[in-house]
């Protein structure tokens, strides 16, 4: 980031931040302990995660495709036929699918900030 501008912070927009995965950068939206919990939930009655959060066989691209609606709000530097590449879950989760270190840094900066948060899903003050 090379400038931080106050006119653009909005108090009433979720929490997030782009994150550098080398050339691309996602920008992830961040979550409390409890959306996360209400999120691995969804996975569980959808039956794409068994009840120790263990994506089930078969069922990973459909966890690509939660997890890229659900947290992942934009890119920059993903392009498609040499041009900038409009961002969508479904394009999110193809690269979720093919590139399993992406998954990794953005699976683990979702749980990290979820477990930043206080228990009663507000921030530690």
């Known amino acids: 980031m090379d400038v931080l501008d106050l006119d653009s912070l909005d108090p009433d927009q979720p929490p997030q931040r ?18 996360f919990d209400r999120f691995s939930r969804t996975l569980q009655r959808k039956g794409i995660w068994d009840l120790q959060g ?3 066989d078969g ?11 659900c ?13 900038p590449a409009e961002y969508t879950p479904e394009k999110m989760a193809r690269i ?23 228990p009663n899903g507000g921030p530690l003050i």
């Open 71 to 83: 947290f992942v709000l934009d890119w920059r530097g993903v392009t498609e036929k040499g041009q």
């Open 18 to 35: 782009w994150l550098n995965c080398g050339k691309p950068e996602f920008l992830i939206r961040y979550c409390s302990p409890a959306e």
């Open 59 to 69: 069922r990973a691209g459909a966890f690509h495709l939660e997890l890229a609606k």
């Open 96 to 118: 979720f699918g093919s590139r399993t270190d992406v998954l990794a840094i953005i699976k683990n900066s979702i749980e990290e900030t979820a477990s930043f948060f206080a």
């Open 54 to 56: 263990k994506t089930l």
